[in-house]
C-alpha cells in the first residue's frame, strides 16, 4: 500500500529529535547538521536507523537546514541525505512499510513584505531541495516547524510543482495557539487544506501535555489526517548544554491522551529519542483508531486574520473597483498605489471585513497590477482579500503570492470558464464565487438560476473543490429596468441557503442602478438579504446606511452579543440623523473635523496641519474659480516654507511639519483629483532612497513630500535599498535625479557604493545626497553632484537640473 | 497579545525630536497617544534568553564558544561571572503599523515609529528587571545592558546572538545580510552579572560615547 493510502486509515508514526541527538554526537555549535551526510553518514544512518527499528513508519532525512542558502553543493548533500535514510531503512528490514521523508525547514529568512525574501524566490529555493530529494528517491515531503504560514504556502507550491509525493505540513504555535506571525490555528488548517497537503499538524515548540489545547482546536477543524510531533518538554540550559526533561514514560502517557483526541499521526521532535519512540509506538498502536472526519467551515484568511463566512453577515468592502470612478482610473493608470492602499484601509475602518480588489483597466497590465496591489495591501492590512478578475492570468498571480486563503471572484457555468478558473481553485485553494449564468444567458428566474448553481457544484465536485468553498451569487440586478428582478433575487439567496446548506453573496447596490435615493433601497435591499439568508455582502461599508443596515439586522438577530458591537458604532447617534462615531476618520486624519478649524485659510491649515480642512480649503478655492496652481504657489507653498523654517530654527518639531506635510498632501490631492482627465504639470522624475543597511528613512520621507508637492514625480524605493536596485530603477525609467539619503556613519559607505555603481552604468544622473551625518564635503569625498542640507535644498536643486 | 508593559509617552516624544518643555498642539497629542494605544494594543512581543558562563581578560570577553574583542563591552563586564544573552521584539505587527500609517500620513507614521521604538525599550526594561531579580535572590548583581553595535561591539556579533539563542525560531526575527533586525523593533543585548554589586553605574545615553551628537540623546 501507498503512503497516500495508508495514511489516515491506520496509526503511522514519525521519527523523533536529530538535531539534539547529532549534539550529544558531538555537533558544534555553529557547525551546519547536513554537513554530516557527508563527513559522518555512519553517524546519521546509525540515528535514522534506530527510528526504523524502533517502530517509526515515517523518517526524515538530515536535510532540516539544507537550502541554496547555506549550501553551494545542495544536490550532494540532499542526495547523500535520501540515501543514508534509504539504507538505515534496509538494514532495519523496513522495506515494506517506512517511508522516507524529504525533511523541509524554514529557510531562516523571512518573507516579503516582513522581511526581504520574495515570495516566488522561496518557492524556488525549496524546489531546489525537494527536487534533488524526489530525484534520490525520496517517497515524501515532509514540511516541518513552520512559523509563518505564508513560507508553509511558499513550500507546499514548491513540492506540489516539484513531485507527485504526499506533502505533510507541521507548524509551531504559541501556547495561545498562535503561528510567530499572528496566523490562528483555523486560519493555517483552511489555508492547507485549501493547497491540498496530505496532512497537517504541529510540531516543536513545547512538550506534549501543552500541545493538548492546540490538537483540540486542530482536531476541531481540520478534515485532514493530524500530525503530533512534540519536544521532550520545554529546552533548558544547563551550563553550556540544551537539556529536556521529559522522559519516555512521561511522554508516551501523555500522547496517549492526545491519541485519543482524533489525530492519525504522531511521533517528536526536539529531545526526543528512539526510545522516546518506542515508548510511544507501543502505548498508542493497539489504542482505536479514528479516521478523520470532514469538517464543514467555510474560511478566508490572510496572515494573521480569519474570516468564518456563515455565522453571521460578513461585510465585503467594494471600493476598490474602477468601475465609474475617474479618480481610481487615473491611480491605475499612473500606478498611485497610495491612493488604492487608502480606499482599502478606509473601508476597514468603516468596518468591513473582506476587500474586494478589481483593478481592471484596458490599458493596464493587470496580472502585474493584481500582483503587486495584493501584496502591498498584505503589507498593511491583515483583511482577507477577495480577488476579482475576469483575467485568469491575473487571478493566477495574485492568488500564487497571496498570503492565506482568498475569496475569488468569479466563476460562473459557463464550461469555458469552470475550465479556466476552478484548477486555479484548486491548486491555490480558495472560497470561490460561482454566478448562476451560463451559455444561455441570466436565468430570469430563480428556479433557473438555482439549476446553474447545481451545476457550479457539480463542477467544483469535479476539481475536487469542497462545496462549502463555494458561494452562490444571487445575482442582483436593478429594479429600475425589471420591476419584480429583487424578488428573483432574494428567492436565489434563500433557496441557496434551504436546498443546499450553501452560502450566498450579493453586490447589493446594483438594485438600484438609475433609482435616486440609492442608498435608501440599497439599504433596505441588504437588511431584506440577510434575512433571506445572505451570507456576504458586497457593499460600500463608507456608507453609513448600508452599515446601520447590517449593525442593526446583527443586533436583532443575536449575532452581536449584548449589542456591544451596535452600541458602540452609535454612542454618538444624534436623532437628527447624523451618525456621529460610526464613520470616523482614518488613521491620523481624525483631526479633519476637530471644532474651531472650520474657518482657516488654505495657509493656516496648513501651517496647523489640519488635514481635512486644508483639503476642503482648496476645494473652496478652486470652487471659487482659482487657479489651482496659483494656490499652491501663493499659499501651500509658503505655508510649507514657514512651517520647514521653523523646523529649521527649532521652533517647530517634526511631527508638526509632518501634519503639514499631510495637509499639503491632502489640499494637492483635491488638485489632483480637479484636474482629472487633462494632463498633469510633471517636472520631472526623481528616484529616492534610503541607502542599504540604514533604515532610518524620516527625512527621506519629507523630502519625498516636498518633492511631489513641488510638481516631481517622485520613485520612492524605500529604506535599506541595494545599489543595483536604485541603479536599476534610474536606468529603467531614465531618471534625471537620484536622492540618497543616509543617517548613519557607518552606512555612508553604501551612498559611496551606490553613487559608484551609478557613474559606471548611469552616468548622465546626478546625484544629490542628504542625512543626518552629511556635510557638503563629505559629499564631494563620495563623489556626489550635490548636498542638500533640508528638504527645500533638494527641491531647488532639482529645479536648476530640470531647468524650471 | 498585548504589550505587557505601558509606552512612557515623553519617551514617545523624545524619540521624535521634541526638546524641553515644548507645547503641543492638540492635534500632535491626540495622534501621539492613539499611536502609543494601538501598539500597546497590537504588539505582540517576544523574547528569549539563555544564560552562559563568562570570562573577561583584558579587552576579551568570552561566553559559550564566542571571543569578543571589545573595551567597552569588557569594562562592562569586568568582575562578572555569568551573563545572561537575551533577544526581544515588539513584534511584526508594530513594523505593519507603521507601513499602514506612511499610507495616509506621515506625521501619524512617525507617530507610531517613535511609539514602536519606545514600546521596545520598555519591554526590554521589563525583561531586564525580570532577569535582574531572578538573579540577585540568588546573589548575583547585574550590570546593565549592552548590545551589538553599542560603543565598539561589532554590529556583526549579531550572528552570535542569532546563533546561541536561535532567535529565528524562538522569535521570528531575522536578521538580514547586512545585519539589521527584521521586524525593525527588536532588540539583543547581553546582561552581565556580578558576585559584586557595583554602585550605580552610568548607562544608556550617559555611556554612549556618542551623546554629544546623537540627536536622540536624553538632555537635561
Known amino acids: 500500500m501507498t503512503l497516500k493510502e495508508r495514511l489516515g486509515k491506520e496509526w503511522l508514526f514519525c521519527d523523533g529529535g536529530t538535531g539534539t541527538i547529532l549534539q550529544e554526537m558531538g555537533l558544534k555549535g555553529g557547525e551546519l547538521p547536513e554537513t554530516w551526510n557527508l563527513s559522518r553518514p555512519d553517524d546519521i544512518k546509525s540515528v535514522a536507523r534506530s527510528y526504523f527499528e524502533a517502530g517509526c513508519n515515517i523518517v526524515n532525512t538530515n536535510t532540516f537546514g539544507a537550502n541554496s542558502f547555506k549550501y553551494n553543493n545542495l544536490a550532494e548533500i540532499v542526495t547523500a541525505a535520501v540515501k543514508i535514510c534509504q539504507e538505515a531503512r534496509h538494514e532495519a528490514g523496513r522495506d515494506d512499510d517506512a517511508y522516507v521523508a524529504i525533511d523541509i525547514g524554514p529557510t531562516g529568512k523571512l518573507l516579503a513584505p516582513m522581511g526581504d525574501l520574495p515570495f516566488n524566490e522561496a518557492v524556488k529555493v525549496f524546489s531546489e531541495t525537494i527536487k534533488a530529494g524526489v530525484e534520490a528517491g525520496g517517497d515524501l515531503v515532509l514540511i516541518e516547524t513552520m512559523s509563518d504560514s505564508y513560507e508553509a504556502k511558499a513550500a507546499v507550491i514548491a513540492a506540489h510543482e516539484t513531485c507527485d509525493l504526499p506533502v505533510i505540513v507541521t507548524t509551531v504555535y504559541d501556547e495561545s495557539g498562535k503561528l510567530l506571525t499572528g496566523g490562528s490555528i483555523e486560519g493555517t488548517v483552511a489555508m492547507l487544506e485549501g493547497l491540498r497537503v496530505d496532512a497537517i499538524g504541529v510540531n516543536c515548540g513545547f512538550g506534549p501535555d501543552k500541545m493538548i489545547p492546540i490538537v483540540e482546536r486542530l482536531a476541531r477543524c481540520c478534515s485532514l489526517p493530524i500530525v503530533v510531533n512534540p519536544n521532550a518538554g520545554l529546552p533548558r540550559t544547563e551550563g553550556n548544554k540544551t537539556v529536556f526533561d521529559v522522559g519516555p514514560e512521561e511522554f508516551s502517557r501523555v500522547m496517549k491522551e492526545i491519541a485519543a483526541m482524533g489525530v492519525q499521526v504522531m511521533g517528536g521532535c526536539c529531545g526526543t529519542t528512539p526510545a522516546h519512540m518506542k515508548a510511544l509506538i507501543e502505548a498508542v498502536s493497539s489504542l482505536p483508531f479514528k479516521e478523520p472526519v470532514r469538517k464543514h467551515g467555510t474560511y478566508v484568511t490572510s496572515s494573521s486574520e480569519c474570516v468564518e463566512i456563515g455565522p453571521k453577515p460578513v461585510i465585503i468592502g467594494e471600493r476598490i473597483n474602477p468601475t465609474g470612478k475617474k479618480r481610481f482610473k487615473q491611480a491605475l493608470r499612473e500606478n498611485d498605489t497610495d491612493y488604492i492602499l487608502t480606499e482599502g484601509l478606509k473601508q476597514e475602518e468603516a468596518g468591513a471585513h473582506i476587500l474586494d480588489v478589481n483593478v481592471g483597466l484596458p490599458e493596464i497590465d493587470e496580472p502585474s497590477m493584481m500582483e503587486n496591489i495584493v501584496y502591498k495591501l498584505q503589507s498593511v492590512t491583515t483583511l482577507p482579500l477577495q480577488l476579482d478578475s475576469t483575467d485568469i492570468e491575473a487571478l493566477d498571480r495574485g492568488m500564487r503570492i497571496y498570503n492565506g486563503k482568498p475569496m475569488i471572484n468569479s466563476v460562473n457555468g459557463k464550461r469555458e470558464t469552470i475550465e479556466a478558473v476552478m484548477p486555479l481553485v484548486a491548486k491555490y485553494g480558495g472560497v470561490l464565487v460561482g454566478l448562476p449564468l451560463d451559455e444561455e444567458g441570466i436565468p430570469e428566474t430563480s428556479d433557473g438560476r438555482i439549476r446553474v448553481a447545481k451545476k457550479i457544484y457539480e463542477a467544483a465536485d469535479e476539481y475536487g473543490i469542497p462545496r462549502d468553498d463555494i458561494v452562490i451569487d444571487g445575482l442582483a440586478m436593478t429594479i429600475s429596468s425589471d420591476s419584480s428582478s429583487a424578488v428573483t433575487t432574494l428567492d436565489t439567496v434563500r433557496r441557496i441557503r434551504d436546498e443546499f446548506g450553501g452560502h450566498s453573496i450579493l453586490g447589493v447596490s446594483n438594485i438600484s442602478f438609475g433609482l435616486p435615493a440609492r442608498e435608501l433601497i440599497n439599504s433596505h435591499f441588504l437588511t431584506m438579504a440577510m434575512q433571506n439568508g445572505l451570507s456576504c455582502a458586497i457593499i460600500n461599508p463608507n456608507n453609513d446606511h448600508m452599515m446601520a443596515s447590517y449593525r442593526a439586522f446583527c443586533a436583532l438577530m443575536d449575532k452581536d452579543p449584548q449589542c456591544l458591537g451596535f452600541i458602540n458604532a452609535y454612542a454618538e447617534y444624534k436623532s437628527d440623523g447624523t451618525f456621529g462615531g460610526a464613520s470616523s476618520g482614518i488613521a491620523g486624519t481624525a483631526s479633519s473635523s476637530s471644532a474651531g478649524t472650520a474657518k482657516l485659510s488654505l495657509a493656516e491649515a496648513i501651517g496647523r496641519g489640519v488635514t481635512g480642512r486644508a483639503a476642503e480649503a482648496m476645494q473652496e478655492g478652486i470652487s471659487a474659480g482659482n487657479e489651482p496652481l496659483e494656490l499652491i504657489n501663493a499659499e501651500l507653498i509658503p505655508a510649507l516654507d514657514k512651517v520647514g523654517k521653523g523646523f529649521e530654527k527649532g521652533t517647530i518639531f517634526l511631527p508638526q511639519l509632518l501634519m503639514s506635510a499631510d495637509a499639503a498632501k491632502a489640499a494637492f490631492e483635491v488638485v489632483k483629483k480637479s484636474m482629472e482627465g487633462k494632463p498633469r504639470q510633471v517636472k520631472g522624475k526623481v528616484i529616492l532612497a534610503t541607502v542599504k543597511g540604514d533604515i532610518h528613512d524620516i527625512g527621506k520621507n519629507i523630502v519625498k513630500v516636498m518633492l511631489e508637492n513641488y510638481g516631481y514625480d517622485v520613485i520612492d524605493l524605500g529604506k535599506d535599498v541595494a545599489p543595483e536596485i536604485i541603479v536599476e530603477a534610474a536606468i529603467k525609467d531614465d531618471v534625471k535625479v537620484v536622492g540618497l539619503s543616509a543617517l548613519m556613519t557607518t552606512t555612508v559607505v553604501s551612498m559611496e557604493e551606490t553613487i559608484k555603481l551609478l557613474r559606471e552604468k548611469k552616468p548622465d544622473t546626478k546625484v544629490v545626497v542628504g542625512g543626518a551625518v552629511m556635510t557638503q564635503e563629505y559629499a564631494d569625498q563620495i563623489g556626489a553632484d550635490a548636498y542638500s542640507k533640508d528638504a527645500m535644498q533638494t527641491v531647488r536643486y532639482c529645479d536648476e537640473v530640470f531647468g524650471v | ?220
Open chain 2, 1 to 220: 497579545m498585548p504589550l505587557e508593559v505601558t509606552i512612557p509617552e515623553n519617551e514617545v516624544r523624545r524619540y521624535m525630536g521634541f526638546r524641553g518643555p515644548v507645547e503641543g498642539s492638540p492635534e500632535t497629542d491626540a495622534m501621539i497617544k492613539k499611536a502609543i494605544a494601538s501598539l500597546e494594543k497590537d504588539c505582540s512581543p517576544r523574547y528569549v534568553s539563555k544564560a552562559f558562563p563568562v570570562t573577561v581578560d583584558g579587552y576579551k570577553v568570552e561566553f559559550a564558544d564566542v571571543v569578543i574583542e571589545s573595551r567597552a563591552l569588557a569594562r562592562n563586564l569586568a568582575g562578572c561571572t555569568e551573563c545572561v544573552l537575551f533577544a526581544a521584539t515588539a513584534g511584526p505587527s508594530c513594523d505593519m503599523l507603521v507601513k499602514r500609517a506612511a499610507v495616509t500620513s506621515s506625521a501619524y507614521a512617525s507617530c507610531c515609529q517613535a511609539a514602536g521604538a519606545a514600546a521596545i525599550e520598555a519591554y526590554c526594561d521589563m525583561i531586564n528587571d525580570k532577569i535582574r531579580n531572578e538573579y540577585e535572590a540568588k546573589g548575583l548583581f547585574a550590570r546593565p545592558r549592552f548590545s551589538p553595535g553599542y560603543g565598539d561591539l561589532a554590529l556583526a556579533h549579531q550572528k552570535d546572538w542569532f546563533r546561541l539563542l536561535d532567535i529565528t525560531k524562538n522569535t521570528g526575527v531575522e536578521l538580514t545580510d547586512s545585519l539589521l533586525m527584521v521586524p525593525t523593533k527588536s532588540v539583543t543585548a547581553v546582561i552581565g552579572l556580578s558576585p559584586n554589586r557595583l554602585p550605580c553605574v552610568k548607562q544608556g545615553c550617559e555611556a554612549c560615547t556618542m551623546a554629544s551628537t546623537c540627536a536622540f540623546s536624553r538632555k537635561g
